[in-house]
């Protein structure tokens, strides 16, 4: 057995929990920027254009890292990577001054910790694929991933009073703070298992392969790059990734500006009503997690099944919510809609994001690493391109509180969910492709 370093508490558990914290603290970053430039960007009179070209800054240097931080988990442990990727992150928040102005700065420091993070989720899907195995598969990682969640619904609700109080700039201070706590916890508690978990308990599943538990993998492991890129339910799982996350994205960076300007309201008058829809992710994913494990253990549905039929009730929802939220005209109405569009999406996480461990839990970091880059791009053409669409409704309506310049932002990540979710019906699969 692995050593346990809590009493009664199973490694693989504690390695689940510190990536859940490390997934919270990330989206903490991610949000809190985006609030802290907001507020600083608004003070500055920088148009919603430039605001939309530095806030997907980000995503640019995230694309550049994934299926490197995928290889170099594959390669070096994604242990060592996801600490490196954190400690890097991390520092470059401490150093950086949130100035509107210094433009150069803020995309520099924006794409070193894009580049940063994007070698945390790869790594963690090599972690989770050597520690979990295939019967905790959907759970586990869902409740890693809901961590982004928990913790866009933290970064919510704490830091626009932080902002108020002490200035956009100690979002940037607290941000480190949180990365450095973590960095130290990983580095006493995380470990290598001794053998790898991708066979044990492949008898509780309902799949036609078995794979032989015993079987040591070999030290040596040649990418097979071209099957990868290539393979149909590779590409079913990138089309999720990229629809998936460009509707987060584009509600991560703009929900701040559409309460603001769209609703006229303000973030820290509106208390605790605004984290509810990162906390509906958090309870939705791991919701999705417990019912997919269920449906496979119990043999209610085969693994391709279940994914499939999560995956298309999370995305049709989630598509029909975000086309309604442009025609609520109040904080409540605007706080359902968007909880209940990403509530689904994250529900639907258990379908297309546990699928990489499904076909290649050997490759799970590199999988991982080519959709999340597809994710990464969403995050650069939605964010940009809406900012775009809201100057170009403000020149045609010259009033950003219409409804009708916020149709275009909503419909189109709607319209994305019903095709992804066509696509994931015919072409993925649960059965293990790459061995």
């Known amino acids: ?91 470059t928040c401490f150093l950086v001054p949130l100035d509107p102005n210094r433009v150069t700065v803020l995309v520099v420091a924006r794409l070193l910790v894009g580049v940063a993070q994007g070698f945390i989720f790869p790594s963690i899907h090599t972690v989770l694929a050597q520690w979990v195995p295939p019967h905790e598969r959907s759970r586990s990682v869902s409740l890693t991933t809901s961590g982004m969640y928990l913790g866009a619904a933290l970064g919510m609700l704490l830091l626009p009073s932080l902002v108020k109080f002490k200035g956009p700039q100690s979002v940037f201070v607290a941000e480190a703070a949180l990365g450095a706590v973590w960095s130290l916890l990983w580095f006493k508690y995380s470990s290598d298992p001794k053998a790898t978990a991708s066979g044990a308990g492949e008898q509780l599943l309902p799949t036609n392969k078995k794979i032989d538990a015993r079987k040591p993998a070999p030290k040596t492991v040649t990418i097979p790059w071209v099957k990868i890129m290539t393979n149909l339910p590779v590409w079913a799982i ?13 509600l991560m960076n703009w929900l701040p500006t559409y309460f603001e300007l769209g609703l006229q309201l303000s973030l820290h008058d509106m208390g605790s009503s605004k984290m509810m829809p990162y906390l509906n992710m958090f309870l939705f994913s791991n919701i999705g997690g417990v019912v997919a494990d269920y449906l496979i253990t119990r043999r209610i549905m085969s693994v391709t099944r279940t994914r499939k039929f999560l995956n298309t009730m999370g995305f049709v929802v989630a598509s029909l919510a975000l086309a309604v939220i442009p025609s609520f005209r109040t904080s409540g109405g605007a706080v359902f809609c ?18 990489h461990m499904d076909i290649a839990p050997r490759y799970a970091g ?12 969403a995050g650069i053409v939605g964010v940009d391109l809406t900012g775009k669409l809201l100057e170009a409704a403000k020149v045609a309506d010259a009033d950003l509180s219409s409804p009708e310049s916020w149709k275009a932002v909503f419909f189109i990540p709607g319209l994305l969910c019903v095709f992804s979710s066509l696509i994931f019906l015919l072409f993925s699969t649960g059965e293990r492709i790459f061995d």
């Open 1 to 91: 057995m692995t050593k346990k370093p809590f009493l009664f508490i199973p490694v693989r558990y504690l390695i689940v929990f510190l990536t859940f914290i490390c997934t919270s603290v990330c989206y903490i970053e991610r949000v809190g920027f985006s609030i802290a430039y907001t507020v600083a960007a608004d003070a500055a009179a920088v148009t919603q254009s430039s605001k939309g070209s530095i806030l997907s800054t980000f995503y640019y240097g995230y694309a550049c890292s994934q299926v490197p931080g995928g290889y170099a988990a594959q390669k070096i442990g994604g242990r060592r990577v996801l600490l490196l990727s954190f400690l890097l992150w991390s520092l």
């Open 338 to 355: 968007s909880s209940v569009a990403l509530g689904f999406l994250a529900l639907g996480r258990a379908g297309f994001a546990v699928n």
């Open 238 to 250: 990138v089309v999720n990734n990229f629809t998936f996350h460009y509707a987060l994205y584009v």
């Open 366 to 377: 590199i999988v991982m690493g080519v959709s999340n880059t597809a994710g990464t791009l």
